[in-house]
């Protein structure tokens, strides 16, 4: 009701102002056409400042619907829980234990290097540096131990591995990405909750700690995997060892870097790995789909009278 | 090693040694007066008057009897010490003690470095790289010894030669390659024994003279205890030691054994571990023995197919036959290492192409940023 106030403030401001400069054209006795000019300034001057309080008043009446329905839409500032604790949890284990294994493990497969030389300085450091080696790739272990307890018993991970999974959108939207790069579409690829990139870097860890985790445990426990394996096996783990250490930091430090840390949009990273909330216009921009999901579900669960606040999106 | 077991067997000699001086003072008190001569003055000064001091020491016979039962010779023989490097020298050159005769006891023993040093008078071989020698001799474990007692640790006569001396160019030189064996035989003898039967031995008495004799490995003058800094046949050392030749193309190609042992080596674990001082892995001798040292196809060989267990089980406990189903020494990059240059040749493709298509990804996402970015007039 305020809206109506401002509104009738306003026509009876203007109904003054016209007034008083009627008054001042007829005693100055400025020409007709000067004085319709003013008259039509003051005028248009009404016509925006109406316009825009009529427009605020409509705005705010839909505002109030909605909140009524509980279904909010975020504004620029709300942020929405993307990434659970637990699946915080796993990738900060993940990354702890991958930055060590690259550490201790490549300077072993370039001894020339600086890296090398900075590592394995003496006798001493090269042994500790193997114990690290083997302490972050028992961490690992556990990490994959924690990722297939969530994709199995809890809701969350059963959602997300299912979202992960490849589907033939994902091809599609390579496709669609490559036209926008290329020129030939002007919007990129519309993603769900999970981007073929995202995919990509996940099952690429799956690949990774398979080979990692299986050839590891061969060179790790080599005098009883010679007792009933021949040499020439054992040479060939080791070989992919090395290969997929170095195939695996690459992928890292290319790909994932570029895009969480390196591409201009997000440089030089976000939080997100820490509280797990995403903005809203970043999840419009990025996880377009996933975004008008969570505006439906929230509309439903207003019109079913629910009035919940859910800001999780599945 | 050699040295310490002699010492043990004579356990008595070098504490009884300094019973040895009186007894021998009495014993030449009594030879002078029973050759019933007074003690005489005489003059060396040039190579014609040594033969004066062959008139007794030409005698083969000119021994004497030390209180420990061994004899210790005085003979010369004229003839090989005329066509010695030494020949045209004055014997007083060396013992430069002597002025009577018979000779006083207690004599010093000869000190090379009087003439051997830096700008000598005498014009004997002394370049920098000669006193070099000598700087490493006195750090060597010879000398140390020898400085600590051991009556038996060489001095440079011991292996040079004394009367007998010529140049190692010579094939009777005591230090020429074919003989430099023998020479540390003299007193390692165990070691030499187990030497002349390994392929370098072996070839070395079939007139190959590029085979490893002793100081190839072990370093000649300087020659010092394994566990000690500076060792070249320390087990961090020795690959570094054996490359000397085993990495020499040319060298190996005239003896058909490939020269990239030591390369494939440095690749391996143990050979990464090694570059960084790493000591309980396996170098070199660890698998192929050292004084012993034999080819793969020698029954006796501990590379040979059915020793490998053994060999390998040194270290790894449990060791079996698994660990000789498979090459050793392998290189990825080598096709004759089979499926590990596959698998190597698969992991580089697969790499190849996957980085570059996360490079063309990245890089197209960059471009299209960047035309936006135009457009937008920012």
Redesign the interface.
Known sequence: MEDKERVERLVDETARRLEVALDEIRRSGVPADAAREIENEILDEFRRKSQEALVDSVRAKILEKRAAAGAVEPAGEEWVLRLSLLFRVQHMILFSSVILLIFTGLPLKFPESFLAKLVFATQESFIVAKTVHRAAAASLAFFVILHLYYVLFTRDGRADFVHLLPRPKDALDVLDNLKYFFGASDRPARFDRFSYVEKFDYWAVYWGVIIMVGTGLALWFQEQFLTFMPKYLFDVLKEMHSDEALLATLAIVIWHFYNVHLNPSRFPGTLLWWHGRISADEMKRDHPLEYERLMRKRAESGAAGAGGKGTEPS | MMIASRAAENGAVPRFGRLILPILIASRVFAGAAYGVESFPIEVKTANDNVKCFVCHDRPEMKEKLSDGRLKSYFVDPAEYRDSTHGKNPCTSCHKDITRAPHAPGRKTVNCTGCHYMENVYGAPASEADIERYELYRKSVHKRALDNGNPDAPNCYDCHGSHDIIPPSRKESRINRRNIPRTCGRCHIDEYATYKTSIHGEALENGIMEAAVCTDCHGEHGTVEIKRKGSTVSAVSTPETCRQCHAEEKLMSRFNIKATYYATYRES?HG??N?????VVANCASCHGYHDIRPRNDPKSSIHPANLPATCGKC?????I??????MH?E?SDPSS???FW??LA??I??GA??AA??AH?A??????L?VRGRNGR
Do not use: P
């Open positions: 674990y990464k571990a570059r960084f001082g790493v000591e790894h406990r449990g060791a079996n698994n660990y000789t189903r498979g090459r392998i990825a089979g499926i590990v698998v190597a992991f580089k697969l790499t996957t980085i996360l490079v990245i197209l996402d960059l471009m299209r940023r035309i």
